[in-house]
């Protein structure tokens, strides 16, 4: 068995690191250098950044930025936001990145994860979806941080992502984002029997036993997390060794 992996994520706006409560009131929490160097002294296994700024501007802050992350960072990092086209991932991946995500602009163009994955390979590509339930558990991606719903369902859309050359899926649950209630433990489940490719689970962590949770009825590769992270509230230390008192492989 495959270790599970423990993601802090950081959201970047001009540079520094933010983290909302879904997508809203957004407040500065730190240097994204630091705050990805710390992580990665304290056992996180990978980080993923993404820029929330997405204007022309905020984007050439934000690949001199991965340079700077690149260049003090030792474990892994994805970075996201804004790539739309191949070269937008080419600036990236140059400036030190280990892998893209692409969220939006793969739902208006899915042939984008076909080029990425073509022209860097599968393991670069990390297609991130955010999807929001009703009461009858129909799941519908949404776009623009969750505030656009689409004509793509879930599953189906995972899949797709899956055949086109996705590597991985980062899978956001619009109902647990932000509520530290715990993950969406049977979507993941449901969506882990039908991939072959590992799934990184986002949205909802609150307390320790969510990620024990999802990595065992979730079947989760990966649980992500920010604001617990990001406040301290759960050190990954303590995390960790909580996960493997519990039976759970980490690194």
Same mark, same amino acid.
């Given at each position: 068995m495959l270790a599970k992996r423990i993601i802090p994520c950081l959201d970047i706006r001009n540079g520094q690191t933010v983290k909302g409560i879904n997508f809203v009131n957004i407040q500065e929490v730190g240097d994204p250098v630091e705050l990805g160097a710390k992580y990665a002294a304290d056992g996180a296994d990978e980080l993923v950044f993404l820029d929330i700024t997405a204007t022309h501007e905020g984007r050439k802050t934000f690949v001199e930025l991965v340079k700077r992350i690149a260049a003090h960072l030792n474990i892994p990092f994805?970075?996201?936001?804004?790539?739309?086209?191949?070269?937008?991932?080419?600036? +990236? +991946?140059?400036?030190?990145? =280990?892998?893209?995500?692409?969220?939006?602009?793969?739902?208006?163009?899915?042939? +984008?994860?076909? =080029?990425?994955? +073509?022209?860097?390979?599968?393991?670069?590509?990390?297609?991130?979806?955010?999807?929001?339930?009703?009461?009858?558990n129909h799941w519908t991606v949404t776009v623009n941080g969750g505030r656009i719903p689409t004509e793509k369902e879930l599953f189906s859309w995972a899949k797709e992502a899956e055949d086109r050359g996705a590597g991985e899926i980062l899978f956001t649950s619009m109902n647990h984002d932000g509520t530290k209630n715990g993950f969406a433990n049977e979507q993941l489940a449901q969506m882990a029997d039908s991939l072959k490719i590992p799934i990184i689970a986002s949205g909802g962590a609150g307390a320790k036993e969510h990620f024990t949770d999802v990595f065992t009825n979730g079947k989760a590769d990966a649980g992500l997390a920010a604001s617990i992270f990001h406040y301290n509230e759960i050190p990954i230390p303590e995390l960790k060794s909580y996960l493997k008192e519990n039976g759970i492989i980490v690194r």
């Amino acid at each position: 068995m495959l270790a599970k992996r423990i993601i802090p994520c950081l959201d970047i706006r001009n540079g520094q690191t933010v983290k909302g409560i879904n997508f809203v009131n957004i407040q500065e929490v730190g240097d994204p250098v630091e705050l990805g160097a710390k992580y990665a002294a304290d056992g996180a296994d990978e980080l993923v950044f993404l820029d929330i700024t997405a204007t022309h501007e905020g984007r050439k802050t934000f690949v001199e930025l991965v340079k700077r992350i690149a260049a003090h960072l030792n474990i892994p990092f994805t970075v996201g936001g804004g790539i739309s086209e191949l070269s937008d991932a080419e600036k +990236l +991946l140059s400036a030190g990145a =280990d892998k893209i995500s692409i969220n939006s602009s793969a739902v208006r163009n899915p042939k +984008l994860i076909d =080029d990425l994955a +073509l022209n860097f390979g599968s393991q670069f590509v990390v297609v991130a979806i955010d999807a929001r339930g009703d009461e009858k558990n129909h799941w519908t991606v949404t776009v623009n941080g969750g505030r656009i719903p689409t004509e793509k369902e879930l599953f189906s859309w995972a899949k797709e992502a899956e055949d086109r050359g996705a590597g991985e899926i980062l899978f956001t649950s619009m109902n647990h984002d932000g509520t530290k209630n715990g993950f969406a433990n049977e979507q993941l489940a449901q969506m882990a029997d039908s991939l072959k490719i590992p799934i990184i689970a986002s949205g909802g962590a609150g307390a320790k036993e969510h990620f024990t949770d999802v990595f065992t009825n979730g079947k989760a590769d990966a649980g992500l997390a920010a604001s617990i992270f990001h406040y301290n509230e759960i050190p990954i230390p303590e995390l960790k060794s909580y996960l493997k008192e519990n039976g759970i492989i980490v690194r």
